[in-house]
């Protein structure tokens, strides 16, 4: 929050890039969430690290 208020060009930059990199990341995993049907290609492409699986 305090980055995004910032008076500097930068910390405003990185708070944006933060908030982008965070939702990205929500939408890219919400079927799993949700318990969406996924194909097995779509599913193994969220599925980063076999311990996930």
Known sequence: DRWLRSGS?????????????VVAAFVFWMPIYLGLPLSANGYRFRMWLTSWI
């Open 9 to 21: 060009t930068n910390q405003r930059i990185a708070g944006i890039t933060v908030l982008i990199i």
